[in-house]
């Protein structure tokens, strides 16, 4: 069960890691992503769009590198954060 667990922990941290680093080496992405979710105007900000590629890379070491409740508050993020961009 602990390896599942890992497993799941470490494919998740993976795909942040290239969602943000691919987020951070094309301008346009981050701009046409946020505009296909169809965020509100409030949330839809260059402030967003300018931290969004480092907020994935943050939760994502914070879901390699911690342990606890923090792990369990990051692993929250983190599935509500793919489920609110499924279901846009």
Do not use: Y
């Amino acid at each position: 069960m602990n390896v599942i667990v890992a497993s799941v922990l470490w494919s998740l941290a993976l795909l942040l890691i290239a969602s943000g680093v691919a987020k951070l080496l094309t301008s346009k992405t981050d701009e046409s992503a946020l505009n296909v979710m169809a965020l509100p105007a409030m949330v839809n900000t260059r402030t967003v769009r300018t931290a969004l590629p480092w907020v994935e890379i943050l939760l994502a070491l914070t879901l390699l590198l911690s342990s606890g409740i923090v792990l369990w508050a990051a692993t929250a993020a983190t599935v509500c954060c793919s489920w609110r961009s499924r279901c846009s």
